[in-house]
């Protein structure tokens, strides 16, 4: 489905280049829970936002079924990032004066097709649909990574990228935003994963540990 080969990125920085991605590869297949684990500033959101089509390596390509995103005009990857994949960010990203239902159908807004049936169905699955007309203020942190999440399915993409999902988040109710990753990803949904929270990790089929600009499959 995807496939990152020799990643690297650099950053200009005030005092010199900052050289975080050194030759990243990487495969994902359909149906994978696969995460990516790494210490702070190891460069596992930077490799996220290069998976995801939203920032561009220095060297190096990713391919999403066979197709490389380094090809594509801006338009061409726009539709990549809206419809392909989804994407729930490590903070929450909900649009404050909109409702929860309302940032749940924003993604297919912009795709051009309003998907008001699907928003429903999403909604009552992560629990929020009596929640619809609030607003995010008005939610607790679980609540909007719930939120959230709902949002990046909205258009049915094939591949999902989380960047800490329950990053911020107490134990018990990370407990709950992980149990509807496992089930959704039972009935078929691909998840790409960051996290810091090695139980977590454990339940992925793959795991990633990003270290010193490389990537290692770890073999469970
Ligand atoms: N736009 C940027 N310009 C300059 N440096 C950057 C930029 N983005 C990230 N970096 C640097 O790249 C390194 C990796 O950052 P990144 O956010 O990918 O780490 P991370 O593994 O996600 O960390 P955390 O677990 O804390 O979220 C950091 O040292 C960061 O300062
Ligand atoms: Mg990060």
Not at 44 to 57: I, N, Q, R, V, Y
């Amino acid at each position: 489905m995807l496939k990152a080969v020799e990643l690297h990125k650099e950053f200009e920085g005030p005092r010199g280049k900052l050289h975080i991605l050194r030759g990243v590869s990487l495969e994902l297949k359909r149906g994978d829970l696969a995460f990516i684990i790494g210490r702070s500033g190891a460069g596992k959101s930077t490799l996220l936002h290069l998976l995801g089509g939203l920032d561009h390596p220095s060297r190096g390509n990713v391919e999403f079924e066979g197709e490389d995103l380094s090809v594509l005009n801006e338009e061409s990857l726009a539709e990549y990032r809206n419809k392909k994949v989804g994407l729930v960010f490590q903070f929450y990203h909900l649009l404050p004066e909109f409702t929860v239902k309302e940032n749940v159908e924003l993604p297919s807004l912009i795709a051009g097709k309003s998907r008001e049936k699907r928003s429903e169905e999403l909604l009552k699955r992560v629990g929020l649909w009596d929640r619809r007309d609030h607003l995010p203020s008005e939610l607790s942190g679980g609540e909007h990574q719930r939120v959230a999440i709902a949002r990046a399915l909205v258009n049915e993409p094939e591949l999902v990228f989380c960047d800490e999902p329950t990053g911020n988040l107490d134990e018990e109710t990370a407990e709950s935003v992980h149990e509807l990753i496992f089930k959704l990803n039972e009935e078929g949904q691909t998840f790409c994963i960051v996290t810091h929270e090695e139980d977590f990790a454990q339940r992925g089929n793959k795991i990633f540990r990003l270290h010193e600009g490389i990537v290692h499959e770890v073999t469970k």
